[in-house]
């Protein structure tokens, strides 16, 4: 929750509480489709590894996605023996489908989830949600991508997890190194915002809610994992990887066209600093700055294309005319979006006519000066003319920065210094909605949906790090 404070001073976000009335603060998530061999090591393991290293209470959750072997026997058999391990069965396949489930109905603030082969070394687990449990960051995830990630594994594996995250840095700007690494982690109050706009049930599930995460001005933490891959595995590579792309293409879409509501959610947790008003220091000018100049530099270029195109088969004023309007509309656009991030539709119109207000002031410093040039020279050379026209557009260009930052768009319209909403305050419209899922109204419905868990400050210490197995001791991950 944010709090007061004078300006300057920015307020540490608040930590998880360490005990509340026997809720456990992590849930872990174990996805599995046939898995009856692996489940029990893997559960075993990891029951194990919390119990030992793990200060708080926690919960391992298995979700069965419509085994067909003896999966959920041995599930069952697990929840029966452990308090801690619990057993959901799912009739639909799919691991996006399962962990949409079990983190919507989950009642820990703070969620996770691994893969049940245990490729990546448990030591990572605390390091991934200490930042989720200390309100640092909103989501965490496991990188084998990172330089000090220790990785075993085949080239094929290796190139193609490379290749799928040169994609998306490619074509979402997506800035997390590792979409794929089966070990994440989320802090339940961002879920339930993020998890209604995730639209895939398979693989492409943590891919879309990073993206997403991301676009929506939230905290990613990386923690470099050591991780070995499973040669049993039962990952259908091809058919991931071509649901991956389809699931890219739908998403890139979906950005493009504005289509997504992630105004509403730009920065709706924790405290930015870009969000609180500082005296004496101008919100994002040098960002602003920069992405003013770099459209500046594409527009002038694309409006000396233009004015030399029309100036084949008319006169300077009217060429310069024409160019100066068509580079005016696409410069409004895209100062409008790069330069002071404005999203979705709304305003659009308001702004393109002021924008074309401030054309016209552009259109008269550079037609007074070309008026100018004639009235000197008489004829003078097309150089010159361009010459006088990029001067002329030099003083246009500072005019127009000053106008769009104060008129066109001003603070109001990006809202950098406005106080952004509180964990508590944000309620999603899903919630509401008559498509809520059927959990929300069971009589055994999880009491945060009334009431989030207040944040209080942990005192304990936490235990020292265990020493690493020696060789002849069982290790952690298979």
Same mark, same amino acid.
């Given at each position: 929750?944010?709090?007061?404070?004078?300006?300057? %001073?920015?307020?540490?976000?608040?930590?998880?509480?360490?005990?509340?009335?026997?809720?456990?603060?992590?849930?872990?998530?174990?996805?599995?489709?046939?898995?009856?061999?692996?489940?029990?090591?893997?559960?075993?393991?990891?029951?194990?590894?919390?119990?030992?290293?793990?200060?708080?209470?926690?919960?391992?959750?298995?979700?069965?996605?419509?085994?067909?072997?003896?999966?959920?026997?041995?599930?069952?058999?697990?929840?029966?023996?452990?308090?801690?391990?619990?057993?959901?069965?799912?009739?639909?396949?799919?691991?996006? #489908?399962?962990?949409?489930?079990?983190?919507?109905?989950?009642?820990?603030?703070?969620?996770?989830?691994?893969?049940?082969?245990?490729?990546?070394?448990?030591?990572?687990?605390?390091?991934?949600?200490?930042?989720?449990? *200390?309100?640092?960051?909103?989501?965490?995830?496991?990188?084998?991508?990172?330089?000090?990630?220790?990785?075993?594994?085949?080239?094929?594996?290796?190139?193609?997890?490379?290749?799928?995250?040169?994609?998306?840095?490619?074509?979402?700007?997506?800035?997390?190194?590792?979409?794929?690494?089966?070990?994440?982690?989320?802090?339940?109050?961002?879920?339930?915002?993020?998890?209604?706009?995730?639209?895939?049930?398979?693989?492409?599930?943590? %891919?879309?809610?990073?993206?997403?995460?991301?676009?929506?001005?939230?905290?990613?933490?990386?923690?470099?994992?050591?991780?070995?891959?499973?040669?049993?595995?039962?990952?259908?590579?091809?058919?991931?990887?071509?649901?991956?792309?389809?699931?890219?293409?739908?998403?890139?879409?979906?950005?493009?066209?504005?289509?997504?509501?992630?105004?509403?959610?730009?920065?709706?947790?924790?405290?930015?600093?870009?969000?609180?008003?500082?005296?004496?220091?101008?919100?994002?000018?040098?960002?602003?700055?920069?992405?003013?100049?770099?459209?500046?530099?594409?527009?002038?270029?694309?409006?000396?294309?233009?004015?030399?195109?029309?100036?084949?088969?008319?006169?300077?004023?009217?060429?310069?005319?024409?160019?100066?309007?068509?580079?005016?509309?696409?410069?409004?656009?895209?100062?409008?979006?790069?330069?002071?991030?404005?999203?979705?539709?709304?305003?659009?119109?308001?702004?393109?006519?002021?924008?074309?207000?401030?054309?016209?002031?552009?259109?008269?410093? %550079?037609?007074?000066?070309?008026?100018?040039?004639?009235?000197?020279?008489?004829?003078?050379?097309? *150089?010159?003319?361009?010459?006088?026209?990029?001067?002329?557009?030099?003083?246009? %260009?500072?005019?127009?920065?000053?106008?769009?930052?104060?008129?066109?768009?001003?603070?109001?319209? #990006?809202?950098?210094?406005?106080?952004?909403?509180?964990?508590?305050?944000?309620?999603?419209?899903?919630?509401?909605?008559?498509?809520?899922?059927?959990?929300?109204?069971?009589?055994?419905?999880?009491?945060?949906?009334?009431?989030?868990?207040?944040?209080?400050?942990?005192?304990?210490?936490?235990?020292?790090?265990?020493?690493?197995?020696?060789?002849?001791?069982?290790?952690?991950?298979?």
């Amino acid at each position: 929750m944010r709090t007061d404070s004078s300006p300057g %001073t920015l307020p540490a976000r608040e930590h998880l509480p360490a005990a509340g009335a026997g809720t456990p603060v992590l849930d872990v998530v174990i996805p599995v489709y046939n898995e009856e061999k692996d489940l029990k090591p893997c559960v075993r393991g990891l029951h194990e590894h919390l119990t030992r290293t793990f200060p708080y209470a926690f919960r391992i959750t298995i979700a069965d996605n419509a085994s067909t072997d003896g999966t959920p026997h041995v599930a069952g058999r697990l929840a029966e023996r452990f308090p801690e391990v619990r057993s959901v069965r799912l009739e639909q396949k799919g691991r996006g #489908r399962a962990l949409r489930t079990v983190w919507s109905a989950s009642d820990a603030p703070v969620l996770a989830y691994m893969d049940v082969d245990l490729s990546t070394d448990l030591n990572a687990l605390l390091p991934l949600v200490a930042p989720l449990i *200390s309100g640092h960051s909103d989501l965490a995830i496991g990188s084998r991508l990172s330089r000090s990630s220790r990785v075993v594994r085949g080239a094929k594996r290796e190139f193609i997890s490379r290749s799928y995250n040169l994609i998306l840095r490619g074509s979402l700007q997506a800035r997390f190194s590792d979409a794929q690494c089966g070990f994440k982690a989320i802090r339940r109050d961002v879920a339930q915002v993020l998890l209604p706009l995730v639209e895939d049930s398979g693989w492409f599930f943590d %891919t879309e809610l990073l993206v997403l995460s991301e676009r929506a001005g939230l905290r990613i933490h990386e923690v470099p994992v050591d991780w070995v891959d499973d040669p049993d595995s039962t990952v259908h590579i091809v058919k991931t990887a071509t649901d991956d792309l389809k699931g890219v293409w739908r998403v890139g879409r979906a950005l493009a066209t504005g289509s997504l509501p992630l105004d509403r959610l730009a920065r709706p947790f924790g405290d930015d600093p870009r969000d609180r008003t500082i005296e004496d220091v101008p919100q994002g000018l040098a960002r602003q700055l920069v992405g003013f100049c770099v459209v500046g530099v594409l527009s002038t270029l694309f409006y000396l294309l233009l004015y030399s195109g029309f100036r084949t088969f008319t006169g300077s004023q009217v060429a310069n005319g024409l160019a100066l309007l068509v580079s005016a509309v696409a410069n409004t656009a895209a100062n409008r979006r790069l330069t002071f991030g404005v999203r979705g539709s709304g305003g659009a119109v308001r702004h393109q006519a002021q924008g074309l207000v401030v054309f016209g002031i552009g259109l008269a410093l %550079t037609s007074g000066s070309l008026a100018a040039l004639n009235a000197a020279a008489g004829d003078p050379a097309h *150089s010159t003319e361009l010459a006088v026209l990029i001067a002329a557009n030099l003083a246009a %260009t500072v005019l127009r920065f000053l106008l769009f930052r104060a008129w066109v768009f001003p603070d109001r319209d #990006r809202s950098p210094g406005t106080t952004a909403p509180s964990r508590q305050d944000v309620t999603p419209d899903w919630q509401n909605s008559p498509a809520a899922p059927d959990w929300q109204n069971s009589p055994a419905a999880p009491a945060w949906q009334d009431a989030t868990l207040p944040l209080q400050s942990v005192r304990s210490p936490l235990p020292t790090r265990p020493s690493r197995p020696s060789d002849s001791e069982p290790r952690d991950f298979r």
